[in-house]
């Protein structure tokens, strides 16, 4: 008779093999499980519709217009939007929404009042934490869009 080890060689291997098994089995049941969904215009939506980003980014670019953000003191977002020249835009239209970047969505759709000089103060108070402030720029017949992230403390 042999007494050798090595005969349950076979036998363990078999054992680690379904051991990784079941162990990318569950991997594969909680991938699925917790699978939040499709995203919305990310990944293969956004390249698929690349060309229109860069004639979009373009024709914006060309425009020269500058969106600048900052917090106050009392944790209100400022803008200031200006044209190539660094003035004002005339007539313009200013939609400003904030929502979080990561966790629960907290959108908001902020009312702006005019400071002059192409500032703008929001009436809302933003809690703490990371804000994507999404802006579009109404003027004529252009429209200019832009995200600002801002830190309020």
């Not at 054992?15 to 909680?30: D, E, F, P, S, W």
């Amino acid at each position: 008779m042999n007494t050798s080890s090595w005969r349950w060689f076979p036998v363990w291997l078999i054992a680690a093999m379904v051991g990784v098994a079941i162990v990318n089995g569950y991997m594969v049941y909680a991938a699925v499980k917790s699978f939040p969904g499709p995203v919305g215009m990310d990944g293969i939506d956004l390249r698929n519709d690349y060309n229109r980003v860069l004639d979009v980014e373009s024709v914006q670019a060309a425009l020269g217009w500058r969106v600048e953000t900052s917090i106050d003191a009392q944790r209100r977002p400022l803008l200031m939007v200006v044209d190539r020249e660094g003035q004002p835009l005339p007539a313009a239209r200013i939609d400003v929404e904030a929502e979080r970047p990561v966790g629960p969505k907290d959108h908001t759709v902020l009312a702006l009042r005019d400071l002059g000089q192409g500032r703008l103060q929001s009436d809302t108070t933003l809690f703490s934490g990371q804000w994507d402030l999404l802006v579009t720029v109404h003027s004529g017949d252009h429209v200019y869009s832009t995200t600002r992230r801002v830190m309020v403390r």
